[in-house]
T-cell receptor, first 115, second 115 residues
Framework: DAGVTQSPTHLIKTRGQQVTLRCSPK?????VSWYQQALGQGPQFIFQ???????QRGNFPDRFSGHQFPNYSSELNVNALLLGDSALYLC??????????????FGPGTRLTVL | AQSVTQLGSHVSVSEGALVLLRCNYS??????LFWYVQYPNQGLQLLLK??????LVKGINGFEAEFKKSETSFHLTKPSAHMSDAAEYFC?????????????FGKGTTLSVSS
């Protein structure tokens, strides 16, 4: 049973560029959450998708947007990249539609470096 | 609003010694509580969780935690540390009143184990 997968593993961009990160949830899961983890910090919640809609959003600017597809996979898009966007981006999946106990399973993350 | 405080950004123990990582939470609603572990350059792995019921929760790799409502604490312990326990540990809280809410993480505690 495959766990949560993310691509790419690493990414280097320059300021002002746009980036798209991808996530495939664990089999049987229908909900995807995205987190940003800056170096030496705990993960911070960006947003959560369920039934192809943004269900919850953390304190992140509109430059951060997302999408969920019918197969439950998800994308995180960041526009107009800033140096401060350099971080590990984590995707987590859970089974909200099946009476979730709120356990979120995390992928390995995408390391984004903005130069 | 919910928040998590992890006391001690760095804890060092000898192999075979007791591990104690401290976590205090703030929540205006009944909480769900979690401990995750992160090894270098990897995502987060769930160690254990408290949702309802028994306040002493046992997790993987010999770890356990006790939910103390009166102290708003959820400290993580392991009787005997192993070298492989060296990692970053994160305590997190979510809301029990609304399924699938975002995880709020502490800043993490780095555990070092010496031989």
């Amino acid at each position: 049973d495959a766990g949560v997968t993310q691509s790419p593993t690493h990414l280097i961009k320059t300021r002002g560029q746009q980036v798209t990160l991808r996530c495939s949830p664990k089999s049987g899961h229908d909900t995807v959450s995205w987190y940003q983890q800056a170096l030496g910090q705990g993960p911070q919640f960006i947003f959560q998708y369920y039934e192809e809609e943004e269900r919850q959003r953390g304190n992140f600017p509109d430059r951060f947007s997302g999408h969920q597809f019918p197969n439950y996979s998800s994308e995180l898009n960041v526009n107009a990249l800033l140096l401060g966007d350099s971080a590990l981006y984590l995707c987590a999946s859970s089974a909200l539609g099946q009476g979730s106990t709120d356990t979120q399973y995390f992928g390995p993350g995408t390391r984004l470096t903005v130069l | 609003a919910q928040s998590v405080t992890q006391l001690g950004s760095h804890v060092s123990v000898s192999e075979g010694a007791l591990v104690l990582l401290r976590c205090n939470y703030s929540s205006s609603v009944p909480p769900y509580l979690f401990w995750y572990v992160q090894y270098p350059n990897q995502g987060l792995q769930l160690l254990l969780k408290y949702t309802t019921g028994a306040t002493l929760v046992k997790g993987i790799n010999g770890f356990e935690a006790e939910f103390k409502k009166s102290e708003t604490s959820f400290h993580l312990t392991k009787p005997s540390a192993h070298m492989s326990d060296a990692a970053e540990y994160f305590c997190a809280v979510s809301s029990a009143n609304q399924a699938g809410t975002a995880l709020i993480f502490g800043k993490g505690t780095t555990l070092s184990v010496s031989s």
